[in-house]
């Protein structure tokens, strides 16, 4: 047997080892810890692992290897999204073959491109306010090699998107936390227009997926009359500790 260390980022274990025992059944996990999952396996090649897209990396005596390193990520920007972090809002969204997916503060589009890639979805709908993001989008696009018909995106302020229609399915995005890019007053605006956005887009069982350290501007935006706010998981990122929340329409 031999012995691996699944390296995690924090608050997403249960996640990771939900991947790790759906693609590999056979393995045993021997020892858990806040940021790491060790397991044994019959496996004696550590490179058979680099389908694990939720750790951030794997170990053994021998080898460190980084998977949460994605190829197609050829452009970042600042508070960009762990990639590992990505799968696992997706995994989060519980996402089918069918689903439309928009993301209106798309970054560098590493959430739309993996759930593309790694999910099959139907079709993604990418949106940010900084034409710079949408250039590098396109670059990272282009390099996953994901046919356009596949994917529209636009450079638009969440306030000025003109969707009308009622066909997403999830809203997946990694919000601004007014921190490392942005402030306070910018995201009060911007997640109003975001809740505004989700009544009109969403479909009747649609829901949002967000990413967010403004978790108090985040529940007292999407009320409590209209909107059923859940905290999924509260993750270590870079220091910074965000939550992940789940969001959908109060049946009326």
Not at 24 to 36: L, V
Not at 58 to 86: M, T, V, Y
Not at 190 to 212: D, F, S
């Amino acid at each position: 047997m031999s012995i691996y260390k699944l390296k995690t980022l924090e608050g997403t274990n249960t996640f990771v080892k939900k991947e790790l025992l759906e693609k590999y059944p056979e393995i045993k996990i021997t020892e858990e810890e806040k940021t790491s999952i060790s397991f044994e396996s019959e496996i004696e090649n550590i490179e058979e692992f680099r389908n694990l897209l939720s750790p951030t990396h794997i170990q053994n005596e021998n080898k460190d290897i980084n998977l949460s390193k994605r190829d197609w990520r050829k452009e970042f920007i600042p508070a960009g999204i762990d990639p590992s972090l990505a799968y696992i809002m997706c995994m989060i969204s519980e996402l089918r073959e069918n689903d439309i997916v928009y993301d209106p503060f798309c970054g560098t589009s590493v959430l739309p491109i993996t759930a593309l890639l790694y999910f099959n979805i139907k079709r993604v709908l990418c949106s940010d306010i900084s034409g710079n993001a949408i250039v590098k989008s396109k670059v990272n696009f282009n390099a996953a090699h994901i046919p356009e018909d596949r994917y529209k995106i636009a450079r638009s302020d969440i306030n000025d998107v003109k969707f009308r229609k009622q066909n997403i399915d999830v809203i997946l995005s990694n919000l601004p936390f007014g921190i490392r890019v942005g402030n306070h007053e910018e995201n009060i605006s911007a997640y109003e227009g975001l809740e505004k956005l989700a009544r009109i887009v969403l479909r009747k069982k649609g829901k949002l997926i967000l990413l967010t350290q403004e978790k108090v501007l985040l529940r007292e935006t999407f009320k409590k009359d209209y909107w059923n706010v859940e905290s999924i998981i509260n993750v270590n990122e870079g220091g910074l500790y965000p939550e992940v929340f789940r969001i959908q329409r109060l049946s009326l």
